[in-house]
């Protein structure tokens, strides 16, 4: 659903994923393609990976977010083919890299100062790469359970 005034961007609430209200669209708008189709994603996916299955606490934070960070990937791969699917990846890559920070931090931290500061290209956009690399690794047999 959408909301008006909503401050962040979404937000994966069991059964009920918010939106703010940018991610709505009119018919006229929709021609042009749907903006938020890869949050929605992210956010659905989130039902799984966040939700039903979810951390201990924030410094597991990538369990949920690589793996909603990657389903960005998944879908525009099932949806518009390998090609989007690569996009969406490297889109994700340079999401990463744009912070040189982000070389120095682990997925999985245990000492932050505020629990804001997991938010951030590591545990989102190099968890996602992590998995990337491990379905080139196992094969896309076992790792999407074909
Ligand atoms: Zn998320």
Known sequence: ????DYVS???ENTTATLHQESA???ARELTDGIVWESTIAHELFHQWFGDL???ESW???TVNESMADYSQTLWEEYKYGKDAGDAEN???MQGYLQNPGNATKHLVRFNYADKEDMFDGVSYQKGGRVLHMLRNYVGDDA???R
Do not use: E, H, I
């Open 1 to 4: 659903m959408v909301g008006r």
């Open 9 to 11: 961007g979404a937000m």
């Open 24 to 26: 709505y669209q009119n």
């Open 53 to 55: 299955v979810t951390a």
């Open 59 to 61: 410094s597991n934070l």
């Open 90 to 92: 490297f889109q994700g």
């Open 143 to 145: 790792f999407l359970n």
